[in-house]
């Protein structure tokens, strides 16, 4: 059984953000915007602890929650706030993979190597990984990603430009983008 030091934060404009973390690395980032849509810091922080609560319950079955940050889940609060006030780089933190399977961390992976403010498509980052046919099974992966933002899916859109789908919601993807200077004419990398 994992232990997790879990830290909710809100910001503005963005919603509530949760982040969870091991002792080695980030395991967990969610947009919790799509559960609380529009009630801001109005939402009484047991409903955001609880709905945090469970989405990490589904994720990370059986494991232990502290309701504090460690040292961890600190840095990520304060790389994914800078990111976020438009700080002009993407969070860096140290990760801990402890959900997922082979092919998942692969994608993920590969995820972390998309440049800040350029896109690619599933079906390029499929080729990255040697699977001349693997667009669907990429965009299976991104839409597993435990750690939204961190391990930039937003990045990975249609071959025809289209955004695709967003755990977080679709909004939040194109602010994501938009933040990250991304135009929507703009073509994915090869």
């Not at 849509?37 to 989405?55: C, K, L, N, P, Y």
């Not at 590969?110 to 001349?132: F, H, K, M, N, V």
């Not at 992966?141 to 435990?146: D, H, K």
Request: charged share 15%; hydrophobic share 40%.
């Amino acid at each position: 059984m994992h232990s997790l030091w879990v830290d909710l934060f809100f910001f503005p404009s963005w919603g509530w953000f949760l982040t969870a973390a091991t002792s080695k690395g980030l395991c967990a980032c969610h947009v919790l915007t799509v559960d609380f849509q529009g009630e801001g810091m109005d939402v009484a922080s047991t409903d955001v602890q609880r709905a945090a609560e469970t989405h990490l319950h589904r994720l990370f079955p059986g494991t232990k929650l502290m309701w504090q940050p460690n040292g961890v889940s600190s840095v990520a609060r304060e790389a994914l706030t800078a990111y976020l006030a438009g700080g002009g780089e993407h969070p860096h933190v140290a990760l801990d993979w402890i959900v997922g399977t082979s092919f998942q961390h692969r994608v993920w992976q590969e995820l972390c190597r998309i440049p800040y403010g350029a896109t690619l498509s599933y079906g390029d980052l499929a080729r990255r990984l040697g699977l001349s046919q693997g667009a669907r099974a990429v965009g299976q992966a991104c839409g597993r990603n435990p750690m939204a933002i961190v391990v930039p899916c937003h990045r990975v859109i249609g071959r025809n430009g289209s955004l695709g789908g967003y755990s977080g919601g679709i909004h939040i993807k194109k602010a994501l983008l938009a933040l990250e200077g991304w135009k929507p004419d703009a073509r994915p990398l090869p």
